[in-house]
C-alpha cells in the first residue's frame, strides 16, 4: 500500500520529518525538502538555479530557499489518492483583495507541484472584518469559476494582522471524482468511498436568537445533505462557529441556549430513527468544534461519509481525563453540549482521528486559569492522550492512534491578543513545524484562553 506524508513549514521555522516517494532520508534531523521530489519544490524570488543547495543549507540549520516563506501544508498518499491541507497566511501588507490574491496564488502554486491534478474542494477562511467578506466571495467566484468549494468565511481575525487566512483541503488521483452538485456543497468520490463536505451555511433570513439559529443551521444541513442523497447519520465531523458566544441572551449566555437548541434537534432525530447508535446502544455525535466569533449570527460547516465498505468504521473517541462533554452537569449548561471528543475514521489499513475543539479543561473542571502557557500545555496534553493508541485500546481499537507529529494540521483559537505569542511558542515547542493557522476568538468558557483542533494520519498497525 503506498502511503507517504510531507509537511512543509514557512520559512524560518524547524521542519519536522516527513516521509516522500523519491529520496529516503533515513536522519531525524534531515530538511523536509530533503525528501521533496524536484518538481515539488517551492521557487520565491530567490530561487534554485541547478538545483537546491541542500546539504549546505541543512547543515547550516537554515531553510532552503526554495520554500515559500508564507505558506505551510502536508501533503498525505494513500493508495493513490492526494490529499493536500493548505494552511495559507499571506503577508500582513496591500489591501484585503492584494492579500486574498496572495493567498488563492499560493494554493495555486503549491498544487501545481503536485504529481496529479488537484482539486480544492473545502476552504475555511477567517477574516479580520465581515465587511470584507464580499470581495473575497466575488474573487473566489471569478477564479474558481464553476468549481467553487464549499467555503465558510468566518470572523475570526488571523493573530499575525492579516486581512485572511485560508485553511483548504485539496484531492486529485486518477480514480478522484468531484462534483459541485449545490453552492458550498462538494461531493468526492473514490474507491467506493463518498465525502460530502458542507460549508457557508448560516439561519435563514429573520431568524435571530441563538437556540433558533441553532435550530435553522442544522435544519439546513439535514436539508442539504437530502439533496445530495445523504442523512445526518453520515456525518462524522462538523464545525459551529457562534457570534458572541459567551455573551447573555435574555439572561442566558448563547453557547448555553446553543447547546439546548442542539440537544433537542439531535433527540428528534434519534426519535425518528435518523441518529447513529453504537453496538453499546448509545447515541453517537459527531466530533465537533464550537468557537466564538467576532459579532453576531451563527455559521455551520460539516462532512459526511458514505460507503458500504466492510473495511470502514467510524468509532467516536473520548478522554479518560475529561468527562464527556454530553456528560457535562447541568451547572455548565441546562443541556450538555453534543459531541465526541474526537472521532476516528479507519479505512483499510489508515485511521484519520478528527480532533474536536479541546481546550484547558480536565474532568469537567477549567484548570490553570488566567495562564496562556499553562492552558496551551494542557490543551496539547488532551490532544496527545486522545488520539493515543492507549486510548484508542480502551475504545476497543487494537493497532490504532496516533502522536501528535502524526498530525496534519491544526487550528488554533486565541482569546487575548497580549497572550499570542507565548501561546505560539508553546505550540511550535510542542507540534513542530506543523500547519498552523492562529486566529483570534472567544472560547466557550469565558475563563479559557486558547482552544485548538486538528486531524491526524496514522497506519494501523
Known sequence: MNESIQRTATAGSQPSPAGAEAVVCNSPDASICHRMQPMKQMLTSEGCSGGCQLEALASENKMPACLLSDQQHTVIHLDGVCRVALMVTPQASGSAVDQAWEAISTIRVILKQQSVPMTVTMQTVFVR???????????????????????????????????????????????????????????????????????????????????DETTSVFEQLVTRLGRVNATFKDVPRV????????????????????????????????????????????????????????????TLSGMALQTDRKDVRLISLENPQQTSAFEYAKSFSVKSPKFARAMAVMIGEYATIWVSGTASILDSESVHLDDIEKQTEQTIDNIEQLISPTNCERHGLSGVGAELSDLAKVRVYVKRPEDFEKCRAVCERRFGALPTIYAFADVCRPELLVEIEGVAFAKIK
Request: one cysteine or more; charged letters at 15%; proline letters at 6%.
Open 129 to 211: 472584518s465581515a465587511e470584507e467578506i464580499p470581495a473575497f466571495a466575488k474573487l473566489f467566484a471569478a477564479y474558481f469559476g464553476d468549481c467553487v468549494p464549499a467555503t465558510s468565511f468566518i470572523v475570526q481575525p488571523p493573530c499575525g494582522g492579516q486581512a485572511l487566512a485560508i485553511e483548504a483541503w485539496a484531492l486529485g488521483g486518477d480514480d478522484v471524482k468531484v462534483q459541485f452538485p449545490l453552492p458550498d456543497v462538494v461531493t468526492i468520490d473514490y474507491h467506493n468511498l463518498r465525502w460530502i463536505y458542507l460549508g457557508g451555511i448560516c439561519p435563514l433570513a429573520g431568524v435571530s436568537g441563538a437556540f
Open 239 to 298: 464545525w459551529l462557529y457562534q457570534g458572541n458566544i459567551t455573551d447573555p441572551e435574555q439572561g442566558i449566555e448563547r453557547y448555553r441556549e446553543l447547546n439546548r437548541s442542539r440537544t433537542d434537534f439531535f433527540d428528534q432525530l434519534q426519535a425518528e430513527g435518523r441518529m447513529t447508535v453504537s453496538d453499546q446502544g448509545h447515541v453517537v455525535y459527531p466530533a465537533s468544534t464550537g468557537i466564538g466569533m467576532t459579532g453576531g449570527g451563527l
